[in-house]
């Protein structure tokens, strides 16, 4: 059973950054395709960026194209999410997925695997 836990959440000004971590069991992000979505009150879940499993091509939404930044320690069996120049509309609930694609797929519901989330909230 693949578990996922992201941490490293938290209250932050615009402008500010932040690194978040998911810790997958098993040998879950050499084994997957994993990516980031997030999902602001009333709103659905979005993706945010991902990694294909078999490619590694990188993939991030335009929306956070150029702030944010996804990165792996496969040793530590860690991904991370590392968001910078955060603005107000970042604010959201963090999940790290992972599912058997073969490609980045940005639709939630194509991925198993979900953490339980992260909260990100930034101030103005």
């Known amino acids: 059973q693949v578990q996922l836990v992201e941490s490293g959440g938290g209250l932050v000004q615009a402008g500010g950054s932040l690194r978040l971590s998911c810790t997958g069991s098993?040998?879950?992000?050499?084994?997957?395709?994993w990516a980031w979505f997030r999902q602001a009150p009333g709103k659905e879940r979005e993706f945010v960026a991902g990694?294909?499993?078999?490619?590694?091509?990188?993939e991030y939404a335009d929306s956070v194209k150029g702030r944010f930044g996804i990165s792996r320690d496969y040793a530590e069996n860690m991904v991370y999410l590392q968001m910078n120049s955060l603005k107000p509309d970042d604010t959201a609930v963090y999940y790290c997925?992972?599912?058997?694609?073969?490609?980045?797929?940005?639709?939630?519901?194509?991925?198993?695997?979900w953490g339980q989330g992260t909260q990100v909230t930034v101030s103005s």
């Open positions: 990694r294909a499993l078999s490619s590694g091509t990188l």
């Open positions: 997925a992972a599912g058997i694609l073969g490609s980045v797929v940005r639709s939630p519901r194509a991925y198993r695997y």
């Open positions: 098993q040998r879950t992000f050499s084994n997957y395709a």
